[in-house]
């Protein structure tokens, strides 16, 4: 059975950091076959993508994280990570690891592309 579980979230001051991890389980030798995508979804708001990386490590991220987070793998681990620097307020949300055979494509913020979801870590970063 598939599963995601990401862990890592909590409170940050403005100007601070965090790493999310995501751990996937039973994805068997197919692990490194699938893209890994972090999505956040702040009060109200709806969910949106953050940044994704295929196999080969090819990554993608939304303009208001570019240069600020970093997304990475760990085959070894069957984690996926997403380093966070240079928080602001308008960080703060849940956040949400996912999966789908394949690449992350130019569809990759859409929600619909993924077959497996975590349920969650939250960040606040405020003052």
């Known amino acids: 059975q598939v599963q995601l579980v990401e862990s890592g979230g909590g409170s940050a001051q403005p100007g601070g950091s965090l790493r999310l991890s995501c751990a996937a389980s039973g994805f068997g030798s197919d692990y490194d076959y699938y893209a890994f995508g972090w999505f956040r979804q702040a009060p109200g708001k709806e969910r949106e993508g953050v940044s994704c990386?295929?196999?080969?490590?090819?990554?993608e991220y939304t303009d208001s994280v570019e240069g600020r987070f970093t997304i990475s793998r760990d085959s070894a681990k069957n984690t996926v990570y997403l380093q966070m620097n240079s928080l602001n307020p308008e960080d703060t949300g849940g956040y949400f690891c996912a999966a789908v055979p394949g690449w992350c494509g130019h569809t990759w913020r859409s929600l619909a592309k993924y077959d497996h979801w975590g349920k969650g870590t939250q960040v606040t970063v405020s003052s």
């Open positions: 990386i295929s196999r080969g490590d090819s990554t």
